[in-house]
């Protein structure tokens, strides 16, 4: 009987600390910036096998979450008076 697949909570577990998400139990990275070719538990393999596709992720990914940082600090450190609101 094949293993049944992985939860919601338990996936998001897994991204949350940075482990394997077949099996959770694997390291996914080598070190910052280099991810591991297959996981050390379970053998999944963690690249796709072409090049090029981690820039379009980058575009993608962190454009949108960068400019949520940064306009999060700037309310913090300077919320918005009434000269700055649109009604």
């Not at 591991?36 to 949108?64: I, K, Q, T």
Request: aromatic fraction near 10%; charged fraction near 20%; include cysteine.
């Amino acid at each position: 009987m094949p293993d049944p697949s992985p939860t919601v909570p338990l996936l998001l577990g897994c991204a949350l600390r940075l482990r394997c998400p077949q099996c959770g139990g694997g390291s996914l990275f080598r070190s910052w910036l280099s991810i591991r070719e297959r996981c050390l538990s379970c053998g999944l393999r963690m690249e796709r096998g072409e090049d090029g596709y981690v820039v379009g992720a980058y575009m993608f990914n962190c454009h949108p979450f960068s400019k949520t940082v940064f306009l999060a600090f700037d309310l913090a450190f300077r919320p918005a008076d009434e000269t700055e609101s649109t009604s």
